[in-house]
């Protein structure tokens, strides 16, 4: 008898460990799922801080530079933006631009170039931020007819 109950005894006490351990796993489970949402959910807004720009930029040949508009997101329209006029490997303009500026006027007539455009105030080649975009377009003046 008094094996009977010990055995009896020992299966309960092995029964009830099984459980509060399952139990317990559970939990752990849950707080771990939950703590990478937190995580996935902080590092997706940091993404989205990051690789979201306050503006985008398109470009049109404007006598010896580009005309620059701006698709400004929450920002006025007198905000600069840092820019670089690329020929080849050589950088043949850098400054700032806000919204229908011109860049400065040292470009040759019909000839196309890379514009590098950092749509954060923040940001530049100065920084080690990589630009925005990265825009090819052609000067005007093909023919000496330039448009503006």
């Known amino acids: 008898m008094k094996i ?5 005894k020992i299966i309960f006490l092995s029964i009830l460990m099984f459980f509060s351990c399952s139990i317990e796993d559970e939990s752990n ?3 771990t799922s939950a703590e990478q949402n937190v995580q996935l959910e ?3 807004r940091k993404d989205k ?3 979201s720009p306050f503006s985008i930029a398109s470009i049109t040949g404007c006598g010896y530079g580009f005309k ?4 400004l997101f929450a920002l006025s329209s007198s905000q600069q933006f840092n820019y ?3 020929l080849g490997n050589s950088v043949v303009n850098q400054s700032t631009v806000s919204q229908g500026m ?9 000839t196309q170039y890379e514009f590098r455009f950092w ?3 923040w940001a530049g080649p100065l920084t080690g931020h990589p630009p925005t975009q990265i825009l090819t377009a052609t000067t005007d003046g093909c023919g000496n007819i330039f448009i503006c």
């Open 49 to 51: 801080t990051e690789f």
């Open 4 to 8: 009977k109950f010990l055995n009896q």
């Open 29 to 31: 489970e849950y707080k």
């Open 119 to 121: 749509g954060w105030p």
């Open 42 to 44: 902080k590092q997706s």
């Open 102 to 110: 011109n860049t400065d006027w040292v470009l040759s007539p019909c």
């Open 68 to 71: 620059v508009d701006m698709t």
């Open 84 to 86: 670089q006029v690329v």
